[in-house]
Protein backbone atom coordinates (compact mmCIF):
# COMPACT_ATOMS: atom_id res chain seq x y z
CA UNK A 1 0.00 0.00 0.00
CA UNK A 2 1.06 3.40 -1.35
CA UNK A 3 1.70 5.95 1.64
CA UNK A 4 -0.05 9.53 1.94
CA UNK A 5 3.45 11.02 1.18
CA UNK A 6 3.80 9.29 -1.57
CA UNK A 7 0.14 9.69 -3.00
CA UNK A 8 0.34 13.34 -2.51
CA UNK A 9 3.74 13.07 -4.61
CA UNK A 10 1.87 11.71 -7.20
CA UNK A 11 -0.14 14.88 -7.52
CA UNK A 12 0.42 18.04 -10.12
CA UNK A 13 1.51 21.69 -7.92
CA UNK A 14 -2.01 22.73 -8.88
CA UNK A 15 -3.48 19.98 -7.60
CA UNK A 16 -1.76 20.35 -4.46
CA UNK A 17 -2.63 23.77 -4.51
CA UNK A 18 -6.59 23.14 -4.77
CA UNK A 19 -6.15 20.38 -1.98
CA UNK A 20 -4.35 23.19 -0.22
CA UNK A 21 -7.12 25.73 -0.16
CA UNK A 22 -9.86 22.88 0.61
CA UNK A 23 -7.68 22.16 3.59
CA UNK A 24 -7.16 25.82 4.74
CA UNK A 25 -10.95 26.73 4.25
CA UNK A 26 -12.98 23.81 4.63
CA UNK A 27 -14.61 24.49 0.92
CA UNK A 28 -13.94 26.52 -1.82
CA UNK A 29 -15.84 27.18 -4.91
CA UNK A 30 -15.13 26.15 -8.63
CA UNK A 31 -15.25 30.20 -9.02
CA UNK A 32 -12.27 30.84 -7.20
CA UNK A 33 -10.49 28.18 -8.10
CA UNK A 34 -10.74 29.24 -11.41
CA UNK A 35 -9.36 33.18 -11.08
CA UNK A 36 -6.51 31.96 -8.94
CA UNK A 37 -5.10 29.33 -11.27
CA UNK A 38 -6.07 31.80 -14.53
CA UNK A 39 -8.11 28.65 -15.80
CA UNK A 40 -11.57 28.05 -17.09
CA UNK A 41 -14.12 26.16 -14.60
CA UNK A 42 -14.21 23.07 -16.44
CA UNK A 43 -10.88 22.40 -15.87
CA UNK A 44 -10.80 23.07 -12.11
CA UNK A 45 -14.00 20.83 -12.14
CA UNK A 46 -11.59 17.62 -14.22
CA UNK A 47 -9.45 18.76 -11.45
CA UNK A 48 -12.02 18.27 -8.59
CA UNK A 49 -13.44 14.78 -9.61
CA UNK A 50 -9.65 13.71 -10.08
CA UNK A 51 -9.26 14.57 -6.55
CA UNK A 52 -12.77 13.12 -5.85
CA UNK A 53 -10.90 9.48 -7.51
CA UNK A 54 -8.65 9.57 -4.95
CA UNK A 55 -10.57 10.72 -1.95
CA UNK A 56 -8.54 13.27 -1.67
CA UNK A 57 -11.38 15.56 -1.41
CA UNK A 58 -15.00 15.88 -1.43
CA UNK A 59 -17.13 17.31 -4.44
CA UNK A 60 -20.05 19.23 -4.02
CA UNK A 61 -22.35 21.54 -6.14
CA UNK A 62 -20.38 24.27 -6.87
CA UNK A 63 -16.81 23.63 -5.20
CA UNK A 64 -15.17 20.83 -3.23
CA UNK A 65 -14.27 20.24 0.56
CA UNK A 66 -12.63 17.71 2.63
CA UNK A 67 -13.54 14.36 2.03
CA UNK A 68 -14.14 14.04 5.87
CA UNK A 69 -16.31 16.76 5.67
CA UNK A 70 -19.20 15.01 7.77
CA UNK A 71 -20.98 17.74 9.54
CA UNK A 72 -19.22 20.86 7.57
CA UNK A 73 -21.16 19.02 4.58
CA UNK A 74 -23.62 21.59 4.85
CA UNK A 75 -21.72 24.11 5.71
CA UNK A 76 -19.96 23.66 2.70
CA UNK A 77 -23.37 23.69 0.64
CA UNK A 78 -24.07 26.90 1.98
CA UNK A 79 -21.13 28.33 0.62
CA UNK A 80 -22.08 27.52 -3.02
CA UNK A 81 -25.26 29.75 -2.54
CA UNK A 82 -24.81 33.30 -4.03
CA UNK A 83 -20.87 33.08 -3.92
CA UNK A 84 -21.05 36.26 -6.64
CA UNK A 85 -23.37 38.24 -4.49
CA UNK A 86 -21.99 37.27 -0.98
CA UNK A 87 -18.66 38.89 -2.42
CA UNK A 88 -20.53 42.47 -3.86
CA UNK A 89 -22.07 42.38 -0.41
CA UNK A 90 -18.66 42.03 1.26
CA UNK A 91 -17.37 44.88 -0.83
CA UNK A 92 -20.24 47.35 -0.36
CA UNK A 93 -20.14 46.47 3.24
CA UNK A 94 -16.01 47.40 2.79
CA UNK A 95 -17.00 50.82 1.62
CA UNK A 96 -19.38 51.87 4.37
CA UNK A 97 -16.69 50.76 7.29
CA UNK A 98 -14.45 53.37 8.00
CA UNK A 99 -10.51 52.48 8.42
CA UNK A 100 -9.75 52.45 12.45
CA UNK A 101 -13.12 51.60 13.41
CA UNK A 102 -13.81 49.24 16.09
CA UNK A 103 -16.03 46.16 14.76
CA UNK A 104 -17.88 43.43 15.32
CA UNK A 105 -18.56 40.26 12.95
CA UNK A 106 -20.79 37.86 13.26
CA UNK A 107 -21.37 34.28 12.12
CA UNK A 108 -22.42 32.68 8.57
CA UNK A 109 -20.98 32.27 4.96
CA UNK A 110 -22.06 35.95 4.13
CA UNK A 111 -20.53 37.79 6.70
CA UNK A 112 -16.96 35.76 5.98
CA UNK A 113 -17.36 37.13 2.49
CA UNK A 114 -17.51 40.58 4.57
CA UNK A 115 -14.33 39.53 6.35
CA UNK A 116 -12.47 38.85 3.34
CA UNK A 117 -13.26 42.06 2.14
CA UNK A 118 -12.66 43.78 5.09
CA UNK A 119 -9.15 42.27 5.78
CA UNK A 120 -7.18 45.33 3.52
CA UNK A 121 -9.10 48.29 5.76
CA UNK A 122 -6.31 49.88 7.31
CA UNK A 123 -6.78 49.92 11.67
CA UNK A 124 -9.58 48.05 12.34
CA UNK A 125 -9.95 46.58 15.43
CA UNK A 126 -12.21 43.53 14.84
CA UNK A 127 -14.16 41.11 17.66
CA UNK A 128 -16.09 38.15 16.26
CA UNK A 129 -17.79 34.93 17.57
CA UNK A 130 -17.02 32.76 14.93
CA UNK A 131 -13.75 30.79 15.01
CA UNK A 132 -13.68 31.14 10.68
CA UNK A 133 -13.56 34.73 10.84
CA UNK A 134 -10.40 35.11 12.55
CA UNK A 135 -9.08 32.59 10.08
CA UNK A 136 -9.58 34.50 7.45
CA UNK A 137 -8.00 37.54 8.92
CA UNK A 138 -5.10 35.15 9.97
CA UNK A 139 -4.32 33.40 6.60
CA UNK A 140 -3.74 37.14 5.52
CA UNK A 141 -1.39 38.13 8.21
CA UNK A 142 -3.90 40.24 10.56
CA UNK A 143 -4.06 38.82 13.97
CA UNK A 144 -4.68 41.16 16.38
CA UNK A 145 -8.53 40.13 16.30
CA UNK A 146 -10.46 39.58 19.10
CA UNK A 147 -12.59 36.35 19.40
CA UNK A 148 -15.19 35.81 21.62
CA UNK A 149 -14.77 32.72 23.68
CA UNK A 150 -17.70 30.52 24.38
CA UNK A 151 -18.80 27.18 23.23
CA UNK A 152 -18.53 26.32 19.60
CA UNK A 153 -22.17 25.48 17.78
CA UNK A 154 -21.95 24.25 14.36
CA UNK A 155 -19.43 23.86 11.58
CA UNK A 156 -18.77 27.33 11.09
CA UNK A 157 -17.29 27.47 14.31
CA UNK A 158 -19.78 30.25 15.80
CA UNK A 159 -19.56 30.95 19.56
CA UNK A 160 -22.27 31.06 21.95
CA UNK A 161 -23.16 31.14 25.46
CA UNK A 162 -22.70 33.22 28.26
CA UNK A 163 -18.64 33.59 27.51
CA UNK A 164 -19.40 35.02 24.20
CA UNK A 165 -22.01 37.11 25.75
CA UNK A 166 -19.99 38.59 28.72
CA UNK A 167 -16.87 39.32 26.35
CA UNK A 168 -19.18 41.35 23.91
CA UNK A 169 -20.33 43.48 26.62
CA UNK A 170 -16.68 44.32 27.60
CA UNK A 171 -16.85 46.69 24.39
CA UNK A 172 -18.39 49.23 22.29
CA UNK A 173 -18.40 48.80 18.57
CA UNK A 174 -19.12 51.61 15.70
CA UNK A 175 -20.71 48.81 14.31
CA UNK A 176 -21.96 45.12 14.07
CA UNK A 177 -22.27 43.17 11.05
CA UNK A 178 -25.29 40.52 11.16
CA UNK A 179 -25.83 37.94 9.13
CA UNK A 180 -29.35 35.84 9.32
CA UNK A 181 -31.65 33.67 8.38
CA UNK A 182 -34.70 35.10 6.82
CA UNK A 183 -37.36 37.78 7.80
CA UNK A 184 -40.50 38.00 9.69
CA UNK A 185 -44.13 39.41 8.02
CA UNK A 186 -43.05 43.13 9.04
CA UNK A 187 -39.30 42.79 7.94
CA UNK A 188 -37.85 41.88 10.86
CA UNK A 189 -34.29 39.70 10.75
CA UNK A 190 -34.68 36.01 11.74
CA UNK A 191 -32.51 33.42 12.63
CA UNK A 192 -32.97 29.67 13.74
CA UNK A 193 -31.00 29.10 16.38
CA UNK A 194 -31.58 30.66 20.09
CA UNK A 195 -28.09 30.92 21.68
CA UNK A 196 -26.67 32.76 18.19
CA UNK A 197 -29.63 35.45 18.00
CA UNK A 198 -28.86 35.84 22.05
CA UNK A 199 -25.13 36.43 21.07
CA UNK A 200 -26.30 38.95 17.92
CA UNK A 201 -28.35 41.09 20.41
CA UNK A 202 -25.74 41.21 23.02
CA UNK A 203 -23.92 42.58 19.84
CA UNK A 204 -26.70 45.19 19.04
CA UNK A 205 -26.84 46.45 22.36
CA UNK A 206 -23.07 47.56 22.37
CA UNK A 207 -23.03 48.98 18.94
CA UNK A 208 -23.38 52.42 17.55
CA UNK A 209 -24.13 51.26 13.97
CA UNK A 210 -26.01 48.00 13.03
CA UNK A 211 -25.73 46.86 9.46
CA UNK A 212 -27.24 43.02 8.69
CA UNK A 213 -26.33 41.20 5.10
CA UNK A 214 -28.22 38.46 3.12
CA UNK A 215 -28.18 37.41 -0.03
CA UNK A 216 -31.30 37.23 -1.97
CA UNK A 217 -32.40 33.72 -1.08
CA UNK A 218 -33.22 34.97 2.63
CA UNK A 219 -35.92 36.94 1.14
CA UNK A 220 -38.80 33.92 1.13
CA UNK A 221 -37.47 32.32 4.33
CA UNK A 222 -38.60 32.88 8.05
CA UNK A 223 -37.00 32.03 10.91
CA UNK A 224 -37.27 30.21 14.16
CA UNK A 225 -37.25 33.62 16.82
CA UNK A 226 -36.49 37.40 15.50
CA UNK A 227 -33.19 39.06 15.98
CA UNK A 228 -34.61 42.37 16.31
CA UNK A 229 -37.09 44.69 14.83
CA UNK A 230 -36.02 46.30 11.87
CA UNK A 231 -35.97 49.61 12.94
CA UNK A 232 -32.98 48.33 15.35
CA UNK A 233 -31.20 48.29 12.50
CA UNK A 234 -29.36 50.96 10.02
CA UNK A 235 -28.77 49.24 7.01
CA UNK A 236 -29.40 46.36 5.41
CA UNK A 237 -27.31 45.37 3.01
CA UNK A 238 -28.51 42.86 -0.19
CA UNK A 239 -27.66 41.63 -3.62
CA UNK A 240 -30.46 42.14 -5.36
CA UNK A 241 -33.76 44.35 -5.13
CA UNK A 242 -35.49 43.10 -1.72
CA UNK A 243 -39.35 42.00 -2.74
CA UNK A 244 -41.97 44.38 -2.58
CA UNK A 245 -43.39 43.54 1.47
CA UNK A 246 -39.65 43.95 2.32
CA UNK A 247 -39.31 46.89 0.79
CA UNK A 248 -42.86 48.61 2.52
CA UNK A 249 -41.77 47.20 5.81
CA UNK A 250 -38.20 48.80 5.82
CA UNK A 251 -39.85 52.25 4.86
CA UNK A 252 -42.24 52.17 7.24
CA UNK A 253 -39.49 50.92 10.38
CA UNK A 254 -37.17 53.88 8.97
CA UNK A 255 -34.52 51.06 7.84
CA UNK A 256 -32.01 51.93 4.57
CA UNK A 257 -31.16 48.95 2.43
CA UNK A 258 -28.23 48.75 0.10
CA UNK A 259 -28.34 46.62 -2.95
CA UNK A 260 -24.76 45.86 -3.57
Known sequence: MNSPTQDSNRLTARQRAILAQVQELGFTTIETLAERFGVSAQTVRREIIRLQAGNYLQRFHGGAGPSSAGIRSAYAQKLTVAPEGKRRIGKAVADVVRPG??????VGTTVEAVARALVEKPGLRVVTSSVSVAQIFCSRGVFDVVVTGGTTRGANGSLVGQRAIDCI????FDCCILGLGGFDDDGAPMDFDLEKISVRQAAIGRSRQ????A????????GTARIAAASAFDLIVVDAEPTGPLQKSWKSAGTRWLVA
Open 210 to 213: VLAV
Open 101 to 106: AAVFLD
Open 169 to 172: AGFR
Open 215 to 222: DRTKFAQV
